[in-house]
């Protein structure tokens, strides 16, 4: 793993992280600057319209970009962490439009990938997290693949990939309608 304050300075100048999830490589950004969030979606050629998601460590994380929920709602988005889950969640008025996609949810998960919660934790902070790739292709899952696909554009922190096959399931947390199996 690189050095902790090396990505978190990284994170905070702006810079893209390759790393690996629960079933490929992630992309990812701190989530609260607009600089990084439009180069990970030039990387990928990715329509800023379909928003991100952003992966955290715990909970707490995600706070800042949450709307306020009854406590059925969270228990319910809670019993799904931490895993392959991402919730459609109402979002704060403090969360960037950027990461909504012009939607009034955001894709938030607390993830069950070891490296990725690690790298979360590093960080002091949750991060943005869309597969690796560009869009419509097929997901990075080695190091060597990010490498090859964004080269000096992004730091890869090499590590393995989860054992799911599929990526995290999508689902609407008001609604409970599922977008993504």
Not at 72 to 92: E, F, I, K, N
């Amino acid at each position: 793993m690189h050095d902790a304050a090396r990505i978190r300075r990284y994170l905070k100048r702006g810079g893209v992280i390759a790393y690996p999830t629960e079933s490929c490589y992630g992309l990812g950004c701190d989530p609260r600057n607009p600089r990084a969030v439009r180069r990970v979606l030039a990387l990928k050629r990715r329509s800023p319209a379909k928003g991100m998601i952003v992966i955290a460590a715990s909970a707490r994380q995600l706070l800042p970009y949450l709307a306020p929920l009854p406590p059925a709602l969270r228990r319910d988005m809670r019993a799904a962490w931490p895993g392959p889950h991402t919730w459609l969640v109402p979002a704060s008025t403090r969360c960037p439009v950027f990461l909504r996609g012009g939607h009034d949810t955001v894709a938030v998960r607390v993830t069950a990938h070891r490296g990725a919660a690690r790298l979360c934790r590093l960080a002091g902070m949750a991060l943005v997290s869309t597969s690796a790739n560009l869009s419509g292709g097929k997901p990075a899952k080695t190091a060597e693949e990010c490498m090859r696909l964004f080269g000096r554009r992004a730091m890869v922190i090499p590590g393995p990939i989860g054992a799911r096959r599929r990526p995290s399931t999508i689902q609407h947390l008001i609604s409970k309608q599922i977008i993504r199996k």
